[in-house]
């Protein structure tokens, strides 16, 4: 075949419309800081990330996922939920200087003092006792101008928690992209250093997806539908193509997936060492997802792909 007829017949193509580029933002920053084990990652300060979000609405990216650092942890994670919170205070000023859509992870873990993602009652994460802290945090979230609320908690009832409280609050049209199917993976290690959300002790197991199961994550995503989310999400996303594309032919709901922080570590360290085309191994990664079934791409490379869809 002729390089024109291949690009006829080729039946999957990304675009920038796909992307979600995820932020960090930290309260007790001034200057951006970068993260050694995601190179090219920034974790912002509040005066810093208009400028970022706006570089992304330049390149057509449509939307952003903001993760908050507090400066003041304590039990509860009680900076979640406070209306001049880092997350709420960077919601308001991008929602300010752009009009890109703007999507709030909802998790405790970034907020607690012991680095897990809910209340803790012997030691072990309070399930409901969680869920009524993630109804205040998305009203606040929502308050300051969030289109989207995404809970990555893993919590039994979230989505119907939020759902019910947004929908009292008045925010109907607040949407919710849920991490229906959210594995316990070796690959957010780099996460947890920009967001300094490692926990302390123990593991996130008691909530996460064992990696061997399938039919589970089927699961998972049933009951967010059953409560109401807008959108599900696969989390991580190389490691769980096949959980993406089984997730596409079984429901039809707009599906996102996460290109997580491991994912694209692996790539920067490979390309860095010369032993892969860094570039090449993006695109390639990014078309596989898409490929997959994923609607929307939630990926570190948004504007590294974005800039080499455009050809700039
Ligand atoms: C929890 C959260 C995590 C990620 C997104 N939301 C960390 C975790 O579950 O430990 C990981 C994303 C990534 O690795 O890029 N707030």
Redesign the pocket.
């Known amino acids: 075949m002729s390089p024109a007829v291949r690009d006829m017949v080729r039946e999957t193509e990304l675009s920038v419309r796909d992307l979600i580029y ?1 932020m960090f933002v930290d309260e007790t920053l001034h200057q951006p800081r970068a993260v050694p084990s995601m190179p090219g990652v920034m974790v912002h300060s509040i005066s810093g990330v208009a400028a970022e979000a706006r570089k992304a609405e330049r390149l057509g990216i449509p939307a952003v996922l903001l ?1 908050g650092v507090p400066e003041h942890k304590d039990d509860e994670g009680s900076e979640a939920w406070n209306k001049n919170g880092i997350v709420q205070r960077a919601v308001r000023i991008i929602k300010k200087e752009t009009d890109l859509a703007v999507i709030t ?1 909802l ?1 405790l ?2 907020y607690t003092s012991h680095g897990h ?1 809910g209340i803790l009652r012997d030691g072990v994460v309070d399930n409901d006792q969680t869920l009524e802290r993630y109804a205040l945090t998305a009203v606040s979230q929502a308050d300051a101008g969030a289109d989207m609320i995404a809970p ?2 893993m919590m039994d009832g979230q989505v119907a928690a939020i759902r019910e409280a947004l929908d009292d609050a008045g925010y109907e049209n607040v949407a919710i992209m849920s ?1 229906s199917a ?1 594995y316990g ?1 070796a ?6 250093d920009a ?1 300094g ?2 926990p302390r002790s123990g593991d ?1 197991r008691s909530h ?1 997806m064992d990696p061997g199961n399938r039919r589970e994550a089927m699961r998972e995503m049933r009951a967010d539908i059953e409560e109401g989310a807008d959108i599900l999400m696969v ?2 996303a190389i490691p769980c193509l096949d959980i993406i594309r089984e997730a596409r032919d079984a429901f039809d709901l707009p599906l996102a997936a ?1 290109n ?3 994912e ?1 570590a692996m790539i920067k360290a490979a390309a860095a060492n010369g032993w892969l085309d860094g570039e090449k191994a993006m695109m390639e990664s990014l078309l596989a997802i898409k490929r997959a079934g994923a609607d929307i791409i939630i990926t ?1 490379f948004a504007m590294q792909a974005a800039r080499r869809l455009r050809g700039d």
């Open positions: 995820p993760f992870d998790c873990c970034e993602c990555s908690g991490y959210k993976s690959f957010y290690g780099p996460f947890r967001a959300s490692a996130r996460q989390k991580p996460y997580v922080s491991g694209y570190y």
